[in-house]
Structure formats: structure tokens, C-alpha cells
């Protein structure tokens, strides 16, 4: 009981052992399988899919099948149920020959991520093959002088099975004179020998029939026979003997053709005929007869086909020697092939991840590939390279497996393609390499927004442009490609002026080019201000903005503008243009010099086309006025004279100073006058003249009668006002005793006298121009009249008197009087 105990003891700790073994194997990417040789096409090898963990739809996903690696294929995956299953059906004894070990391998690629499996499968043997013999029959011919002991070799049996299924034991029909003995070599190879047991008598027995049997240990057991024929010959009593048992040399695999590898050396103790010895190969595979050639008469080994180490290493050859009386001798000759570099390294790409994104993160497998060399040890020992100046490095995977990953990140902007060289190079002296070019090509990501060509644009535009013109173009690059670098404009969203900024401009969203949509004013719209977007077509998609800054230029496209004298009713009725006109006030004793009249113009542009100047272009009399050339006042040129006419005419020429030049005329009446009567006889004269053809001049009479009237009363009023405040000073004066110091200290322009009441007449007349329509005047005071207290000449301090003659008062009277009627 406690045998058996640890009996199924032992058998748990391998069948662990074994799990382990094998999810370590599935770990690393090393499956191993067995299946018997001589299966059906389709028949199942190993799940795949579970020993990887992979699951079904990841296989599909991830595109995974066997590489062909150009070889014959001997599996294929089953997608459908992750099975590796046969192609064909498979003979061991086809494929491996005499291998121990028949190992297929295989290997599996997977995309997204890139990765390889490798695998192999142990083809077991089974017992398909007898043992069988070369030839059904053989003769063998002995002299009856042999004696007894002689040893005679038997042509070998072959079973292309191996181990218990292979070539176990041979067995001899029974025989009085001979008995059958079985060596083994030291490869392991049964070699059959016939041992003579007795003398051969020729005239009793001619001729001996055996029967030579091999039988392997498969089960069931099968076997094979052959039929031995004994000959026996008369005379020649010995036999050839050659000088070495076994014949041993060593030959480099490129040796050339026709070249000698040994020679064997056989004597023979009889003479004459019978002491005659050939050459020749005893029982050797029909394939070794196409590699070497045996001279019959020197026993020279020549070789006639060139030797192939990965092929053949070792080769075992029997010779035999024979006299002229049939009596022969065996030997072994054992040729070693040593192996020359003459094989280079072959590298197989299995896959290539082209194009790579240029995001790829960093260990990103782009290529599989695997080495190959057919020579052995040191010759078949193969170290593979790349380029440090790529951003690639090189990683094994197991056995002769590589693989490039990406070391760096990848820039398409900076390099676009890659052309990695890889170098496979063995250890052989000298060493053999060989190289493969592995062409990448970086696939773009969006990841470079675009750049415009300025920092900021700016452009100048003409007023009165035409619509649809051209402004300027915006020019925007990106460095990504193809899709990603297709670059779009587009406004972004503004409001100018309270409309919406797309209906003043626009951008073309190929080229740029910015359009105005409208004819623009400088007067109305000096400046615009906006944005333009530059987008990609990534995805997403990237963008940059950059300011516009677009001027208007103003043209000379306004006309002067008269604000001051006002248009005339009836040219303005008429729309005969810019015709301005006005009626001016002027006292017949002015002197050179004065001013009359002020002819203000402006004009809506700007700059040079907005600078004004004034010339009289016409007048009653040339020489009794001027006007100011930039100021536009017009001024008495000489005091007026009698004979000069009442009612002066004055066009007044406005000009501004643009290309071409435009301008405006005013038209101004100016009537001189001595006395309120002839004044307002002048007045009614110009408003008939004023009125239109068939209107009636009452009104205006009548309203210039009111306003003489209104006058003349504030005149009075402005009288009784003077003399109050004269009576009340007066009684102050005589209240307060006269060296009083209560009024010491007081300004004397506190009071207010005719000379004051003169002052500011003459300070406001000579500011003040009215006309008969002066609701449309426009005043101007001069810094005098804005002061505190009104302008007052001071008294002489001796006499202390503020009041001043009736003379004077009369003078001011009179002349306040005047000034305030023009000013009516």
C-alpha cells in the first residue's frame, strides 16, 4: 500500500510540474505540442487561443495566423475556434529521416499591438515501417579452405522508425555450418555478421540457403527477410587484409570537387591471381555513391559532389577488398565534414507596422524579423545591429527572434521615412553579414496648429472703394501634411457699427484674401478692427487667429461746408449746390481794419483735403473789403466813403486743399448805414429784394417796425436803470459823513457807470455781427466780456466824482443807442 502510494504521489508532482512547464512556456511565447505522425488534414494539434489567453474575437481583431516563412506549411490556425490544427498529413519518417527528435516549428503573428509566438510540435513516431532489406536476395560466396571463425557481413536492414518501432534484433534460419551474430556499433546501429562454425566441404554442400529476418519492437511487431545464398568456392585459402580496422579523417566542407579523401590499403598472403586485391564499397546508400568514388585498383576515396555540413556532418562508409578467388576482407571508413562559414546570415522580415503614427507612444513593436544561418557553432552564431542614429532600437525575443521598437519619439514635421538598415552578421572567420532595408514611413497626426506668415496685418483702403475689392491676403502654413495641413480663413464673429462684421468684409477660405463687401466712408468708418481664424482640417482640428487692422484713407470726396452766413432760401429752394448768403450790418465810420462779418466753413474730410482757406471772389466794391485767408473774417480793407454804395455785395470763394481741389461760395449783404433811419429804410429795401416774385414785404416790415419798437424800449428801460442807481449813490454819499472809511476799501469797478455801459457796447459790438435772421447766428464773446466785472475806465481820485458830464452821458447815450440797433 504505501508502494503504491508513492507511486501516485510521484505521478502528481510530474503532472504539476508539467502545468507549470507549460504555462511558463505559454508565458514566454513558447508553445509545445505532439501529435502522431500520419494524422488527417484538419486534425487538432493544441488550443491555441487558451494556452496564449487570448480570446476568440482577439484573435480575429488582431489578425493572428501562422507566418510562412517560406518553408512548407504544416499548420494553420482555426480562427473560428482558436485550434491549431494539420494542413496535410504529416510522415516523420519523410521530414526528419533518422532525427531522434522530429520537431516542426511554427509561428504565430499578432497585430495591434505587434507580437510573436513561437511553437513547435513533436511529431511522435509510430510503427508505420518494417524493417527491410536493400536487395530480397544476396550471394555470398566462400572458399571451402576458410576456417572456421570467419566472420562474414550482412547487408543491414533498414526501418526508418525510431526508437522501440525501429530496427531491434535480427534472427537466422538455422544452420549446421553457420550461426548469426549481431554487433552494435558505436552509433548504435545492429550490424548483422554471418560466423563460419564449421568447414565448408564443396563437394558435399555447393551451396547454402538462409533466410535473414529484422524485426523491430513496435506493436504490433513487424518484420522484414531477406534470403542469403552461399556460394562455396574451390581453393584461394586467403582472404585480403587491410592494413586499419577503421579508417577515420576529417575534410572541410568546401572542399573542392575531385579531390582525395583517403586511401585504404588491403594485402593478400596468396599469390598470383589470387593475391590480386580491388576495391570497392560494400553495401552503402545509394546517396553516399553520388558523393564519393572509390578507385577498384588503388583503393583511392575521391570526392565527387560537393560536401554540406548542415546536411551531412558524418559519413560512414564500408569497403570492401576482394581477390581474384573471391575471398574478401571489410573495413569501416568514418569521414568527418567540419564546418566552413560558408552560409550567410539570412534575415526573413515576418511583419512591418508601416506607416507609423508619429504619436506612437515609446516600445511600440514596428517589425518583426528572424536570422537564419545553416552553419553551426561559432558559424552559425549570428549578431544582429541597427543604426544608433535612427530612433529605433533593436530587442531579441528568444532564439534567433528580433524585433525594432520606436526609442524616441517620432516627428514627422522633422523626418518623414526612415530607412533602417539591419545587419546580421555570424561568428565565423572571416565573419559573413548581410543587411535589410526596412523602409518606415511616419503617418501624420494633427499637431501642428497653423502659422501665420505675420504676426499682424494691416492694410490701407481707399474710401468710395468699389465693392468686392481686394484688401489684402492672409497667408497661414502648416507643418503636419496632406489632410492636417489643408488650412481654411474665416472670420471671426464681430459687430461694427451694430452690424454684423460679415457684412462689411469677407475671406475667401482657400486663398485668404479678404474682400470689402461694401464702399466705405472715412467719414462715417476710419478704422476696422477684426480677427481671422485659420483652421486645419485634423481632427480634431487646430486653429490660430491673427489681427487685421484695416485703415480707411480718406479722399477729397466733401465739398466746404458754410455754416455761417446761411444758405440762401431761394437757392437752397432752387438746389442750385452750395450757394450761401447772409446780410451784414456795418456803421458807415468804421474804421480799416474792423470786422464785419465772419464767413464760417468746415468741411467732412480730413487732412490736407479738410484745410480751408477763404478769398473774395467778387464785391460791389474791390477795394473796401478783404477776407482773411484762413481765418475767413472779413474785414473793412479802408473806411467806408460816402460815395460808396449803401448795399455792398461780397462772395466770399471757400476752397479746400485737396486733388482735385473742391470748394463752396458765400454770398454776404453788407449794408452801410449813419442812422437807424436810413438803416431800417436799407432793411425793408433788402427784405422786398429778399422776398420771392409776388409775395407781399408787410410781414417783414412789420416785424422790422416790432423789433425797433423792442429796441427802443429797452433802451429806456436801460436809461431809468442808470439814473437809479446814480440816485442811490448819491444818497449813500449823503448818509455817510465823506471821510468815512465804511466804503473804504471797495473797488470802484463795483460800480457801474456810462464809461462801463460804453465799454461793454464797444467790447460787445466789435464781437457781435447779427444779420436780419439772427436766430441762425452764432455768437462769439471775446475774453473781455467774460470777466467778473464789466471793463470801466477809472476816474480821476481827486475829484471823487463817478458820475460824468451831461456831455458825456449824452455821447454814451447816443452811442450805446447806435451799437445797440446794429446789434438788432
Same mark, same amino acid.
Given at each position: 500500500m504505501c508502494a503504491v502510494g508513492r507511486r501516485w504521489g510521484r505521478r502528481q508532482r510530474a503532472l504539476l510540474w508539467a502545468v507549470l512547464l507549460a504555462a511558463w512556456e505559454a508565458a514566454w511565447g513558447q508553445l509545445r505540442y505532439s501529435v502522431p505522425e500520419e494524422m488527417p488534414k484538419g486534425s487538432f494539434v493544441g488550443d491555441v487561443a487558451k494556452d496564449l489567453g487570448l480570446q476568440l474575437p482577439a484573435l480575429k481583431d488582431r489578425d493572428a495566423h501562422v507566418f510562412d516563412t517560406g518553408r512548407t506549411r504544416y499548420f494553420f490556425l482555426d480562427l473560428q475556434n482558436g485550434h491549431l490544427s494539420m494542413m496535410e498529413q504529416v510522415d516523420r519518417e519523410e521530414i526528419c529521416a533518422a532525427v531522434a527528435k522530429c520537431v516542426l516549428n511554427f509561428e504565430i503573428l499578432v497585430k495591434r499591438p505587434m507580437n510573436i509566438y513561437k511553437g513547435e510540435v513533436e511529431i511522435l513516431d509510430i510503427n508505420d515501417n518494417p524493417p527491410s532489406f536493400p536487395e530480397r536476395r544476396n550471394v555470398l560466396e566462400i572458399s571451402e579452405n576458410t576456417a572456421p571463425g570467419a566472420r562474414f557481413p550482412l547487408e543491414r536492414a533498414h526501418d526508418p522508425d525510431i526508437g522501440v518501432n525501429s530496427l531491434q534484433n535480427y534472427e537466422c534460419s538455422e544452420s549446421s555450418y553457420f550461426t548469426l551474430d549481431v554487433k552494435t556499433g558505436g552509433d548504435g546501429v545492429k550490424y548483422p555478421e554471418l560466423l563460419l562454425v564449421k568447414s565448408l566441404d564443396r563437394e558435399q554442400q555447393a551451396a547454402h540457403h538462409l533466410i535473414l529476418t529484422a524485426t523491430d519492437n513496435g506493436s504490433p511487431v513487424k518484420s522484414g527477410s531477406t534470403t542469403v545464398e552461399i556460394i562455396v568456392l574451390d581453393g584461394n585459402d586467403n582472404a585480403p587484409e587491410f592494413t586499419q580496422s577503421v579508417y577515420k579523417v576529417t575534410v572541410r566542407e568546401d572542399v573542392a570537387v575531385g579531390s582525395r579523401v583517403l586511401q585504404v590499403t588491403a594485402s593478400d598472403r596468396d599469390e598470383g591471381p589470387n593475391a590480386e586485391v580491388k576495391y570497392s564499397f560494400f553495401q552503402i546508400p545509394e546517396k553516399f555513391n553520388k558523393t564519393f568514388k572509390m578507385d577498384p585498383e588503388s583503393g583511392e576515396i575521391v570526392i565527387i559532389e560537393n560536401l554540406n555540413f548542415e546536411e551531412h556532418e558524418f559519413?560512414?562508409?564500408?569497403?570492401?577488398?576482394?581477390?581474384?578467388?573471391?575471398?574478401?576482407?571489410?573495413?569501416?571508413?568514418?569521414?568527418?565534414?567540419?564546418?566552413?562559414?560558408?552560409?550567410?546570415?539570412?534575415?526573413?522580415?515576418?511583419?512591418?507596422?508601416?506607416?507609423?503614427?508619429?504619436?506612437?507612444?515609446?516600445?511600440?513593436?514596428?517589425?518583426?524579423?528572424? %536570422?537564419?544561418?545553416?552553419?553551426?557553432?561559432?558559424?552559425?552564431?549570428?549578431?544582429?545591429?541597427?543604426?544608433?542614429?535612427?530612433?529605433?532600437?533593436?530587442?531579441?525575443?528568444?532564439?534567433?527572434?528580433?524585433?525594432?521598437?520606436?526609442?524616441?519619439?517620432?516627428?514627422?514635421?522633422?523626418?518623414?521615412?526612415?530607412?533602417?538598415? %539591419?545587419?546580421?552578421?555570424?561568428?565565423?572567420?572571416?565573419?559573413?553579414?548581410?543587411? =535589410?532595408?526596412?523602409? &518606415?514611413?511616419?503617418?501624420?497626426?494633427?499637431?501642428?496648429?497653423?502659422?501665420?506668415?505675420?504676426?499682424?496685418?494691416?492694410?490701407?483702403?481707399?474710401?468710395?472703394?468699389?465693392?468686392?475689392?481686394?484688401?489684402?491676403?492672409?497667408?497661414?502654413?502648416?507643418?503636419?501634411?496632406?489632410?492636417?495641413?489643408?488650412?481654411?480663413?474665416?472670420?471671426?464673429?464681430?459687430?461694427?457699427?451694430?452690424?454684423? &462684421?460679415?457684412?462689411?468684409?469677407?475671406?475667401?477660405?482657400?486663398?485668404?484674401?479678404?474682400?470689402?463687401?461694401?464702399?466705405?466712408?472715412?467719414?462715417?468708418?476710419?478704422?476696422?478692427?477684426?480677427?481671422?481664424?485659420?483652421?486645419?482640417?485634423?481632427?480634431?482640428?487646430?486653429?490660430?487667429?491673427?489681427?487685421?487692422?484695416?485703415?480707411?484713407?480718406?479722399?477729397?470726396?466733401? =465739398?466746404?461746408?458754410?455754416?455761417?452766413?446761411?444758405?440762401?432760401?431761394?437757392?437752397?429752394?432752387?438746389?442750385?449746390?452750395? %450757394?450761401?448768403?447772409?446780410?451784414e450790418l456795418a456803421p458807415r465810420w468804421s474804421e480799416a481794419g474792423a470786422l464785419v462779418a465772419k464767413v464760417v466753413a468746415v468741411d467732412a474730410d480730413a487732412g490736407q483735403n479738410a484745410w480751408l482757406s477763404y478769398e473774395l471772389a467778387k464785391a460791389t466794391e474791390p477795394g473796401l473789403f478783404r477776407v482773411g485767408l484762413h481765418s475767413g473774417e472779413v474785414r473793412t480793407a479802408r473806411s467806408p466813403l460816402a460815395r460808396d454804395a449803401a448795399r455792398q455785395s461780397l462772395v466770399v470763394l471757400v476752397k479746400d486743399h485737396g486733388r482735385p481741389a473742391l470748394s463752396a461760395t458765400a454770398t454776404l449783404s453788407v449794408v452801410l448805414a449813419e442812422s437807424v433811419a436810413e438803416l431800417l429804410a436799407e432793411l425793408g429795401s433788402a427784405a422786398d429784394e429778399a422776398a420771392a416774385p409776388g409775395e407781399p414785404a408787410a410781414g417783414l416790415t412789420r416785424w422790422l417796425v416790432l423789433a425797433v419798437a423792442a429796441v427802443s424800449c429797452l433802451f429806456v428801460a436801460f436809461l431809468l436803470l442808470l439814473l437809479a442807481l446814480r440816485l442811490r449813490r448819491w444818497r449813500r454819499q449823503q448818509l455817510l459823513p465823506a471821510d468815512s472809511g465804511a466804503l473804504r476799501g471797495v473797488p470802484v469797478s463795483h460800480f457801474v457807470g456810462i464809461d462801463g455801459v460804453r465799454a461793454f457796447l464797444q467790447s460787445y459790438s466789435h464781437e457781435v455781427s447779427l444779420t436780419a435772421d439772427s436766430r441762425k447766428s452764432q455768437l462769439r464773446f471775446s475774453a473781455g466780456s467774460c470777466c467778473d466785472t464789466l471793463p470801466a475806465r477809472l476816474p480821476d481820485e481827486a475829484s471823487g466824482d463817478l458820475v460824468p458830464s451831461g456831455d458825456q452821458v449824452t455821447e454814451t447815450g447816443g452811442q450805446a443807442a447806435f451799437q445797440l440797433g446794429f446789434m438788432i
Open positions: 559519413y560512414e562508409l564500408v569497403v570492401q577488398a576482394r581477390d581474384a578467388g573471391g575471398l574478401s576482407s571489410h573495413s569501416k571508413v568514418l569521414i568527418k565534414v567540419v564546418d566552413v562559414n560558408n552560409y550567410v546570415p539570412e534575415i526573413v522580415i515576418m511583419s512591418v507596422f508601416t506607416p507609423v503614427p508619429e504619436d506612437t507612444p515609446l516600445g511600440t513593436v514596428i517589425a518583426i524579423f528572424s %536570422v537564419q544561418d545553416r552553419d553551426s557553432g561559432a558559424n552559425g552564431e549570428v549578431q544582429c545591429s541597427i543604426s544608433d542614429s535612427h530612433p529605433f532600437r533593436l530587442e531579441k525575443s528568444f532564439d534567433n527572434y528580433y524585433r525594432v521598437v520606436t526609442a524616441e519619439l517620432l516627428d514627422r514635421e522633422q523626418v518623414s521615412e526612415y530607412n533602417v538598415t %539591419v545587419r546580421a552578421a555570424d561568428g565565423g572567420s572571416p565573419p559573413l553579414q548581410s543587411s =535589410a532595408v526596412l523602409a &518606415l514611413r511616419v503617418l501624420d497626426v494633427n499637431d501642428n496648429a497653423p502659422v501665420f506668415a505675420e504676426e499682424r496685418y494691416s492694410a490701407r483702403l481707399a474710401e468710395n472703394n468699389a465693392a468686392g475689392a481686394l484688401v489684402l491676403t492672409v497667408r497661414a502654413t502648416d507643418a503636419d501634411w496632406g489632410q492636417n495641413a489643408r488650412v481654411r480663413y474665416r472670420l471671426a464673429e464681430g459687430r461694427v457699427r451694430g452690424a454684423p &462684421l460679415s457684412s462689411y468684409v469677407s475671406v475667401q477660405a482657400e486663398t485668404g484674401a479678404l474682400y470689402a463687401l461694401r464702399s466705405f466712408d472715412y467719414e462715417q468708418l476710419r478704422e476696422l478692427q477684426l480677427w481671422v481664424r485659420a483652421e486645419d482640417g485634423g481632427a480634431p482640428a487646430l486653429s490660430s487667429n491673427v489681427s487685421v487692422r484695416l485703415l480707411i484713407v480718406d479722399e477729397n470726396d466733401n =465739398a466746404p461746408q458754410v455754416l455761417y452766413p446761411p444758405q440762401a432760401a431761394a437757392a437752397a429752394a432752387a438746389g442750385s449746390g452750395a %450757394v450761401w448768403s447772409g446780410v
